[in-house]
């Protein structure tokens, strides 16, 4: 609270006003941050402690152990705390963007902000998540509904990261994701630690304590290079460091980090061990001035969202269409612009990154215990995350936004190429072989959980055949025969998941069709080539509708970026349908030729199976299976014979 003050102070959010509005008042002015420190402190305590005894702690046999348990309780109350905070945001939020006090406010017009505007929506469903969150928390033991509100207030983060500077600022691409990853990381760093002091007694810390290190790490990269991208698009440039009051809360952000990762290094080559050896004081100790050191960090954080930034927000630009993409009009595409001028999404250049590289990891792993990994699956995999991060990161991606002929054609690289590409990689597989189960048995770690997922309820519905096909072709037609696209398109949240939705929705058929991973459902080949090729008729008949319709798709979103050089709405929507059509050829022809050639080696692998079977039955003098089925059918034609009547 006191670094929160005085870099509220520092940082001039204090004294800064707004143009034609009046003062709300000092309770809006001192209340507003105070609320979102305390909103973002209970939200990283209830994602820590949910995470950590769902996660990291043992449990006992379906359950959570005792401590888990208490770690369950107080995150309830956490969480209860949090959307509470999130209602309290939205009402002092509504004072101070109107100069009005809190208590001349009306219930019509807080309504109003939590409905219609972005930041109200956003904090409404996050105090909605929260209050889910804290429900669950305190609903049962059992580990899995314990993983089940650790996912959920997880997500419950993540709204108001799409709102505020980082949705305001230019290149919102790289502002909202770095903020995203930064909170995420933050909130599973600070809340495990957390949770860490609140069992210290626990005869098992040592063990959490290890297994949270290597979160820890994985936290301290995420928060670093998210905040170093975060911090360039606020500040515009590195003379704002300390040039600007901004900057300089900045730099007192940095040097926090730098001293909690000389504190993640003491516990990993110094207290860690001696955990083991039974001395939990160093522990204890380094952690608490480690928490405080995380708190100071926290306030800066708030200060800084409430403090002007050096780049001015966008909204005053002399040009909206900057405000609205996060970036200028491309000019017009040439093959230099397509493939150079990167736009690059953070979650989906951290998505591309990690897939590959513990791709990488797994297939070392399984060589070096001396088991082979066929190249062709990593070339597959790899290759699909080549494909992806060129969709979403380059040149091309600009383009995506302003033409809906660019826009189809990447929905249809993200929707059947790059699946078909992941899919051959056989990544479950992978990951069965190549995680290592942890040393306590009563400890769930990765591989236990992907088992679990594989063949949960939910696996078991999604991955049938109707479905997947239905999930699939019905997002085609939802998405362009509706209003949707233009919803999605005029919010980076909904940007995001309609291109995540792309490649899950194509990776969950394709993973039916020509999957190999365990998982997935026995289907006889027949009926899969079936549903491959209703799939195929409705992709065309999607094409072919879309190239016939003569009215103009999300006409408020294209009419507002439609470029000047550009040809017609409706005729480059033509385009985009005729991209649509022909696209789905040349993957449909390879999936098909995997089906087949699949069809083909299951009846092979039958026949030697009947194979060996009469080998074994020739040895031992037994009938085999072919032998007992051919006199199964002479008797029957001999009782048939007996009861026909002689002439």
């Not at 209970?42 to 888990?68: H, K, M, N, R």
Request: aromatic share 8%; hydrophobic share 55%; glycine share 10%.
């Amino acid at each position: 609270m006191a670094v929160l003050l005085l870099a509220l102070r520092v940082g001039g959010a204090l004294t800064q006003s707004i143009p034609g509005l009046p003062d709300p008042g000092p309770v809006t002015t001192w209340a507003l941050p105070v609320a979102r420190l305390l909103a973002d402190a209970t939200a990283t305590l209830t994602v820590g402690l949910l995470a950590t005894a769902a996660f990291l702690l043992p449990g006992d046999g379906p359950s959570v152990s005792p401590y888990g348990y208490l770690l369950r309780r107080r995150a309830g109350l956490a969480a209860a705390a949090w959307a509470g905070s999130a209602l309290a945001l939205i009402v002092l939020t509504v004072s101070d963007l109107l100069g009005v006090p809190v208590g001349r406010l009306n219930v019509p017009t807080v309504v109003s902000y939590a409905t219609s505007i972005s930041q109200g929506q956003a904090l409404l469903v996050q105090a909605g998540l929260a209050a889910a969150a804290a429900a669950l928390a305190r609903a049962g033991v059992s580990r899995d509904s314990a993983a089940l509100a650790a996912a959920l207030a997880t997500v419950a983060v993540v709204p108001p990261a799409f709102t505020g500077h980082a949705a305001g600022a230019g290149n919102h691409q790289i502002a909202v994701s770095s903020l995203t990853l930064h909170v995420l990381g933050a909130a599973l760093w600070v809340g495990g630690l957390a949770a860490l002091l609140m069992i210290r007694r626990a005869t098992v810390l040592a063990d959490v304590a290890n297994r949270y290190s290597r979160l820890a790490l994985g936290c301290f990269a995420a928060v670093a290079v998210s905040g170093m991208a975060n911090a360039a698009v606020r500040l515009g440039t590195p003379a704002q460091l300390w040039q600007s009051r901004y900057g300089w809360l900045i730099l007192g952000k940095l040097a926090a980090l730098l001293i909690l990762g000389v504190f993640g290094a003491a516990h990993r080559r110094r207290t860690i061990p001696q955990l083991r050896a039974g001395r939990r004081g160093a522990f204890t100790r380094l952690a608490a001035g480690e928490l405080v050191v995380f708190a100071a960090a926290v306030g800066l954080a708030v200060a800084l969202s409430r403090s002007p930034t050096p780049v001015p927000d966008p909204g005053t630009d002399a040009d909206p269409l900057t405000a609205l993409l996060g970036f200028g009009m491309p000019a017009a595409p040439t093959p230099g612009n397509l493939l150079g001028q990167p736009l690059p999404d953070l979650l989906f250049l951290a998505a591309s990154l990690a897939g590959a590289a513990s791709y990488l990891v797994g297939v070392g792993r399984l060589r070096k215990a001396g088991h082979h990994w066929p190249i062709a699956r990593t070339a597959s995999w790899l290759a699909g995350i080549l494909v992806f991060a060129a969709a979403t990161g380059l040149g091309f991606a600009r383009y995506a936004y302003v033409l809906f002929s660019a826009h189809m054609a990447q929905h249809m690289v993200l929707a059947m190429l790059v699946p078909i590409l992941l899919v051959g990689g056989a990544p479950v597989t992978l990951a069965l072989r190549a995680l290592r189960r942890p040393t306590d048995p009563q400890v769930r770690g990765i591989r236990q959980w992907l088992l679990r997922g594989v063949h949960s309820p939910v696996t078991r519905l999604l991955t049938h055949p109707l479905v997947a096909l239905g999930i699939y072709t019905g997002s085609l037609f939802g998405l362009y025969f509706s209003d949707l696209l233009g919803t999605l398109m005029r919010s980076h949240l909904g940007h995001v998941a309609m291109l995540v939705h792309f490649v899950a929705s194509g990776y969950l058929l394709f993973w039916v069709l020509i999957g190999i991973d365990p998982g997935r459902p026995r289907i006889p080949h027949p009926f899969l080539v079936l549903i491959h090729l209703a799939a195929m008729m409705a992709h065309g008949f999607f094409g072919l509708a879309l190239m016939q319709t003569t009215t103009v798709i999300a006409p408020d979103w294209y009419t507002s970026v439609h470029p000047g050089w550009a040809s017609s709405l409706l005729d480059d929507q033509k385009l985009g349908a005729g991209i649509a059509w022909a696209f789905g050829e040349i993957p449909a022809a390879v999936v098909m030729i995997l089906l087949v050639r699949q069809w083909i080696q299951a009846d092979q692998r039958e026949q030697r199976r009947l194979d060996r079977a009469a080998d074994r039955a020739e040895a031992t003098g037994e009938d085999d299976d072919l032998t007992r089925y051919n006199a199964f059918l002479a008797a029957a034609g001999e009782q048939e014979a007996r009861r026909r009547p002689t002439r």
